[in-house]
């Protein structure tokens, strides 16, 4: 869905997801949905074992000189000074392993910011569905759900206010707002405002901190603004920095 759903008033936003405000969906249309429009949870791409990335990290040019360095060395002091020798080639190797070893840590770290976004997506939502408030797993969502939120809730997916009571959500992992922003439920006239003044909408992995409302989901999985930020994260190609070009023609040319 594309919808500026922070454009639509409360009435329009029901009709177009085809929910009802007082009932929710029925379990058929819940199946159907789901569906069309998959599990509410952020995608990952498969992981490299520890392994692999410990491999990758001798792929650079500079690295693969000063291997190579070191063996030449090693069979150089060898030959002319025994066992001895070898003294350059164990120095040149354990700098060579400590920096993979780095590397392999700064990797593990960019995959754990990625798993604090699901885990921040993974707990349990109050719905009314068939006319009954029920506990389901936020996995299960699908647009068109009408939410139950409270004090002390995180919210399951993206979702257009219905009612507001008193209600505030902490936005500060998706804008940076430090202080609980305070909702409503009103129509938003203009159609470029930001994320952190959408004061219609709730967003996936924001805490209620006070008061109480209703809501309809708006989107979910991969199509909420957390799901775009793991998209990113996802789809982030390997760039060579300035510092690497450089260090890569100074191996080319001790080469």
């Known amino acids: 869905m594309t919808t500026n759903w922070f454009n639509q008033t409360v009435k329009d ?19 159907k949905r789901q569906e069309k429009y998959g599990l509410n949870e952020l995608a990952v791409k498969k992981k490299k074992s520890t392994f692999v990335k410990f491999l990758e990290q ?23 000074e025994g066992i ?37 997506s993974s707990h349990v939502a109050k719905v009314m569905r068939n006319g009954k408030l029920e506990v389901v797993q936020s996995r299960d969502l699908v647009p068109g759900d009408i939410v139950i939120i409270e004090t002390g809730d995180y919210v399951p997916a993206d979702l257009r206010i219905l009612e507001a009571v ?11 707002e430090s202080v609980p922003v305070e ?15 959408r004061i219609n909408m709730l967003f996936s992995s924001s805490l ?28 982030a190609e390997e760039v060579v920095t300035p510092l690497q070009a450089k260090l890569n023609k100074l191996g080319k040319t001790l080469g």
């Open 13 to 31: 936003t029901v009709e177009q997801l085809e929910t009802n405000e007082e009932k929710g969906l029925t379990k058929e249309e819940v199946k």
């Open 58 to 80: 001798f792929k650079d040019f500079m690295i693969i000189v000063l291997i190579i360095s070191a063996i030449i060395s090693g069979i150089v002091g060898v030959m002319e």
């Open 84 to 120: 001895s020798g070898i003294t350059d080639t164990v120095i040149i190797l354990v700098v060579v392993i400590v920096n993979a070893i780095i590397g392999v840590i700064q990797e593990n770290k960019a995959e754990k910011s990625l798993e604090a976004l699901q885990k921040l």
């Open 166 to 176: 008193n209600l505030k959500s902490q936005e500060a992992a998706l804008t940076g």
């Open 183 to 197: 909702k409503m439920a009103d129509k938003i006239a203009d159609e470029k405002v930001g994320i952190g003044d």
């Open 208 to 235: 209620i901190t006070y008061g109480r409302g209703k809501a309809v989901v708006v989107e979910t999985g991969m199509n909420t603004e957390v799901g775009k930020i793991a998209n990113i994260i996802n789809s």
